[in-house]
């Protein structure tokens, strides 16, 4: 049995309701360009990997490896953030008085080595634009990461007039992303609906 709807949109004569996706698949079994080798004491995080933290430290080093520092804020809830190295902890200054500080560290790093990216480009030399646009791919692979963490993930049920079910999916990380999608399912279902009619 669902739990009740979080929102209900109606749209055309159809109401889209929105569920919390309570059993969401992990977003790094999917295919992803970084690695995220995490470390904690309580929270299995990131990806599966046999790294001892030594090991990482100097791993993160290499100058092949492009990196981003992880950071996870632990308080009533676990949220994560990416950063660079020079940028410090992104929880400082944006948490209550005394917060970060307290409940939040470096619990790791997502990374992508240059040939992994010459592969996954098709380039044979990495620039200075390659690099930028791995580290923004990583950067989005972390926030979808960290909505699967904080348990923000979605899905959908789609209803006609009589309350019939007439669609549903789940496991979208991004709401509005997905309200857009319902919307434009019904607009191809109500397009349907004015060609099938029959003038007398």
């Known amino acids: 049995m669902r739990n009740e709807p979080i929102k209900i949109i109606e749209h055309k004569g159809y ?20 690695h995220m080798i995490c470390f904690h004491r309580r929270y299995s995080l990131g990806d599966e990997h046999q790294m001892t933290l030594d090991e990482a430290r100097t791993f993160q080093r290499r100058k092949d490896v492009i990196s981003l520092n992880l950071y996870l804020y632990d308080h009533s809830g676990i ?17 209550p008085q005394g917060h970060a500080e307290f409940d939040s560290g470096q619990v790791g790093f997502v990374y992508v080595t240059k040939d992994e990216l010459r592969r996954e480009f098709n380039k044979k030399k990495i620039t200075k634009k390659s690099v930028e646009n791995a580290i923004e791919i990583m950067y989005g692979e972390v926030k979808t990461y960290d909505r699967y963490i904080r348990g923000d993930f979605v899905g959908y049920v789609i209803e006609d007039c009589d309350g019939e079910e007439r669609g549903s999916c789940w496991g979208y990380d991004d709401e509005d992303f997905m309200i857009e999608e319902c919307r434009e399912i019904v607009n191809g279902w109500w397009k349907s609906c004015e060609n099938d009619l029959i003038i007398l």
Do not use: Q, V, W
Not at 15 to 25: A, V
Not at 84 to 94: A, K, L, V
């Open 15 to 34: 109401k889209i309701k929105i569920y919390s996706d309570d059993d969401p698949s992990n977003p790094r079994e999917f295919d992803n360009l970084g």
């Open 79 to 95: 949220t994560m953030r990416a950063s660079r190295s020079y940028e410090g902890n992104p929880f400082y200054g944006r948490l």
